[in-house]
T-cell receptor
Framework: GAGVSQSPSNKVTEKGKDVELRCDPI?????LYWYRQSLGQGLEFLIY????????KSGLPSDRFSAERTGGSVSTLTIQRTQQEDSAVYLC????????????FGQGTRLTVV | QKEVEQNSGPLSVPEGAIASLNCTYS??????FFWYRQYSGKSPELIMF????GDKEDGRFTAQLNKASQYVSLLIRDSQPSDSATYLC???????????FGAGTILRVKS
């Protein structure tokens, strides 16, 4: 596609349920990032994929969070047993390579846990 | 010490003035530097990137890089109310080989 695509754009879930957020990066981009942004706050790094290398999971806030990237393309961020503090906008970004090229962001998924 | 640091602001400037946004980084081996703008409720969008020491100009925007001081800045000339947004500095770290974002500086341009 022309840009980074995220789905769903909005998700409301009940506390304790699991959710899956999807990111479809720009074709050919080898690097993919997930960030979380709470209202009025900065970007919180969650996880980073680069090609076939082991992902950098250093930003995942708890073991309820996991992500995978299948075939070096689409990525899914899974949050298990959601809590109200998980409510935020989840942003995905991709870049052609790793640190030396700009990252392009999707429009985000707004997650609300009620 | 955070990897990328920015003053959170808000930075308030009058319309028509120069807005100066600053960013410092900790990884001396960093090679790539980016400025993003984020309007409220929107995703970040790239404004400029710079790789070499010195200045890089694009319209009303100038990025300045000083690798010796580990410092990158963004100047916005003739600031407009439409420039009011959060400006994010991103640095391509040598180690870990990933982009790291600062927390952002809120800019308010008053007419």
């Amino acid at each position: 596609g022309a840009g980074v695509s995220q789905s769903p754009s909005n998700k409301v879930t009940e506390k304790g349920k699991d959710v899956e957020l999807r990111c479809d990066p720009i074709s050919g981009h080898t690097a993919l990032y997930w960030y979380r942004q709470s209202l009025g706050q900065g970007l919180e790094f969650l996880i980073y994929f680069q090609g076939n290398s082991a992902p950098d999971k250093s930003g995942l806030p708890s073991d309820r969070f996991s992500a995978e990237r299948t075939g070096g393309s689409v990525s899914t961020l899974t949050i298990q047993r959601t809590q109200q503090e998980d409510s935020a906008v989840y942003l995905c970004a991709s870049s052609l390579q790793a640190s030396n090229t700009e990252a392009f962001f999707g429009q985000g998924t707004r997650l609300t846990v009620v | 010490q955070k990897e990328v640091e920015q003053n959170s602001g808000p930075l308030s400037v009058p319309e028509g003035a120069i807005a100066s946004l600053n960013c410092t980084y900790s990884d001396r081996g960093s090679q790539s530097f980016f400025w993003y703008r984020q309007y409220s409720g929107k995703s970040p969008e790239l404004i400029m990137f710079i790789y070499s020491n010195g200045d890089k100009e694009d319209g009303r925007f100038t990025a300045q890089l000083n690798k010796a001081s580990q410092y990158v800045s963004l100047l916005i000339r003739d600031s407009q109310p439409s420039d009011s947004a959060t400006y994010l500095c991103a640095v391509g770290l040598e180690y870990g080989n990933k982009l790291v974002f600062g927390a952002g500086t809120i800019l308010r341009v008053k007419s």
